[in-house]
């Protein structure tokens, strides 16, 4: 959405709405979702609760819109670090690298989704998962494209571009949920990933 084509008061109300939306997250990662009610999340945001209402018709409406705006965020940066110039491995490492940092920036919101998500209305659940697991797919068949590009370019070894990116997505997701248990315990970066990843499959042969 474009906020210059909207009105004043229009662009108000967004941001009124992404205030409740901090706040909630901020109170969800303190507390944990089922302990956090909508007049505690209007009263820190300082609204009436029957302002908060008229933004979300309850708590789960709020979550709901809290997981997919951030999962959209996720979506678009990962999106966009494999679509920059470059050979395939250098896309490769930009997406592990973009992976990595947008889970750091947004820290509180992983651990909420990892642990409350479950609990919530099944409804509500299957609902976020079918726009997830969508956005999920389409990075998945991107990531394979560009390994499908590089073993036409003799970078990579022929294995099924597909189970390469599984593979890789794997491997980096683990990497970070451990951190999530075990922060600055076992320090990592995008280097590290993929030196033990592409022991396996890398070539070596880098076009520029």
Known sequence: MDERSLSRRQRER????????????????????????????ARKAEFSVGTLYTFFHNKE???KAMVLEKAEEFHNTLIKSLSISGNEYKKIKTFVDSLINVFMKNLKFVRIYLTETRGIPFKLKAGLDEKIKAQYEDILRKLADIFSAGIGNNIFKRIDPYLLAVALDGITSSFLVQYLEHPD????????ILSIFFDQVYEGGLNS
């Open 14 to 41: 967004l941001r009124h709405r992404q205030e409740i939306l901090e706040v909630a997250l901020d109170l969800f990662s303190e507390r944990g979702y089922h302990n956090v009610s909508m007049e505690e999340i």
């Open 61 to 63: 409406e709020l979550y």
């Open 185 to 192: 315990e076992h320090p990592f970066d995008a280097d590290l």
